[in-house]
């Protein structure tokens, strides 16, 4: 377990956070599993906690009005999972996207209070908490542009870049719903990166 913190802590430490309040911060964190299939948040849910990746990999999703699923992305080791419940404070802190374990994943369950309490008690905790926000944020960003103004073929190529080894952990049908193809072209594309390459 004191590995599972090390990671947690060279994840965090670039943000400013120093060693007494990374410290303090962890005497409210717990160590936590789930199993493939798991549901670690829901859509529209009250969130109490947000998560640190150790080890797994997850996919963030809605139901759209139809029922259709729309994927909005994966996230693995050394990431947050927020389902942007942290930042939507507006609505009781819900979960804006479900959240689901595409493998056995280790997470560090960070509860709010615990970074509620730190924004009180730490001089830097802001400007860490702002630092991840704008971070954060600005992945989305990038998701919602390159929609617009990429490619099929550098979204697949960042996507692989972002999440190495993405083909061999999550199944082929969920990497070409988060492009928006079908199976058989997302395997089309595979075939003509290898040609390239």
């Known amino acids: 377990m004191n590995q599972a913190f090390d990671q947690f802590k060279k994840f965090i430490t670039p ?8 410290n303090q911060l962890i005497q409210y ?12 948040m829901k859509a529209g849910e009250k969130q109490h906690r947000v ?28 990431m947050l999972i927020t389902g942007y419940a942290l930042y939507n404070y507006k609505d009781e802190y819900r979960a804006m996207l479900n959240i689901e374990c595409l ?6 369950s960070i509860p709010l209070e615990a970074l509620k309490y730190m924004e009180q008690h730490s001089t830097v905790a802001h400007k860490v908490a702002r630092l991840l926000a704008e971070e954060h944020a600005m992945e989305l960003v990038n998701y919602i542009v390159d929609i617009d103004t990429k490619s099929l073929i550098e979204r697949y190529d960042n996507l692989e870049k972002n ?8 199944p082929q ?11 058989v072209h997302l ?9 390239i390459k």
Not at 30 to 39: A, R
Not at 187 to 195: A, F, I, P, T, Y
């Open 163 to 170: 999440f190495p080894n993405i083909h061999q952990r999550v």
């Open 103 to 108: 493998e056995a994943c280790e997470l560090i």
């Open 187 to 195: 395997s089309n594309v595979k075939k003509s990166r290898k040609n």
């Open 15 to 22: 943000f400013g956070l120093n060693d007494t309040d990374f």
């Open 51 to 78: 998560y640190f990746i150790n080890k797994g990999i997850i996919r963030n999703y809605i139901y759209k009005m139809d029922g259709s699923l729309s994927l909005y992305g994966f996230r693995m080791e050394n």
């Open 173 to 183: 049908h969920m990497i070409a719903s988060y492009l928006g193809i079908t199976p």
């Open 29 to 40: 964190c717990e160590y936590i599993h789930f199993q493939k299939g798991d549901v670690v």
